[in-house]
């Protein structure tokens, strides 16, 4: 019984797809986040939403689009991927927008962009 | 510009033995810190957490000490299992932000039976 789930876990795709990221949280928490991880190994937070609306966007391409069609859900859109988009992307899901109590993370997504 | 640095990448312990993990950060705007495990192949989950009014945080094992005038927190782990072994990841919050984590680069702990 998963807390924060993401499908697919594993994608491989060619430079110039467009691919997305599902993620479902069953928590019942207001906000939901995406960060990556890339090979540098550093965990950056890349959006943000609460209750549906988007609180935090970080400097990503417009490649990159959230869409959360409801507080339980948060998926990653990406457009004309690129192979610098290679890394393994987490959805975390947590109480407040703050973050008390921690974030609860998905097991990631690993992309790898050929 | 690492705002969150883990200088360790890696630490090697005997079963038994304390493991203490340190973190250094350059923002005097941050007021919570906390601690993330993870297992390969799995996401971060949450270990422990410290707000920056206070400057030690227990929880079982897990001892989380915050020196802010040094800019610098520590996670210690006593008896150190094996189970422990994982990256630990430090991650800092802003005041007043909506929920940015800042996290380190993570150090990678080996507890040897």
Redesign the interface.
Known sequence: DTA?SQTPKYLVTQMGNDKSIKCEQNLGHD?M?WYKQDS??????MF?Y?NKEL??N?TVPNRFSPKSPDKAHLNLHINSLELGDSAVY?C?S?Q?????????????SRLTVL | DQQVKQNSPSLSVQEGRISILNCDYTNSMFD?F?W?KKYP??????LI?ISSIKDKNEDGRFTVFLNKSAKHLSLHIVPSQPGDSAVY?C?A?EGG?????I?G??TKLSVKP
């Open positions: 924060v906000t986040y540098k190994k550093f965990l950056k937070i943000s609460n609180i935090i970080e987490f975390a947590s407040a927008p703050a973050g008390f109590g921690g974030l609860f993370f998905g097991e990631g | 919570y906390l993330y192949a799995e996401g971060p989950t949450f957490s990841f991650a919050r932000s909506q929920g940015n984590l996290f680069k993570g």
